[in-house]
């Protein structure tokens, strides 16, 4: 299985990107997807996270922000993530999880986002 995220990149304060994950190299139904910062290992930040049913969830952080949306055909998210704040800078990860049987979890790689005041 593999996570292929972009989109990150340099703004300044006040600006917008966005993110893309494409989720490859498996079948996946009942899935939810997101976003989090810093290394999930290392007690990452939750952002944001949208089930195959089109339930999302957003860290209190951003939301009013950042939006998440999904392609389940391509089995991709995206994190547009707007009026960026320098405490915005990280490196966001993408995962993808299933809770229920068979269940699994896999993380991508990380893309950096900084933010300048």
């Known amino acids: 299985v593999q996570l292929v995220e972009s989109g990150g990149g340099l703004v300044e304060a006040g600006g917008s990107l966005r993110l893309s994950c494409a989720v490859s190299?498996?079948?996946?139904?009942?899935?939810?997807m997101g976003w989090y910062r810093r290394a999930p290992r290392n007690e990452g930040e939750f952002v944001a996270s949208?089930?195959?049913?089109?339930?999302?969830r957003y860290a209190t952080s951003v939301e009013g922000r950042f939006t998440i949306s999904g392609d389940n055909r391509k089995h991709t998210v995206y994190l547009q993530m707007d009026n960026l704040r320098p405490e915005d800078t990280d490196v966001y990860y993408c995962?993808?999880?299933?809770?229920?049987?068979?269940?699994?979890?896999?993380w991508g790689q990380g893309t950096k986002v900084t933010v300048s005041s």
């Open positions: 995962f993808i999880k299933r809770s229920v049987t068979p269940t699994y979890s896999y």
């Open positions: 190299g498996g079948r996946f139904s009942a899935a939810t």
């Open positions: 949208i089930t195959s049913g089109g339930t999302s």
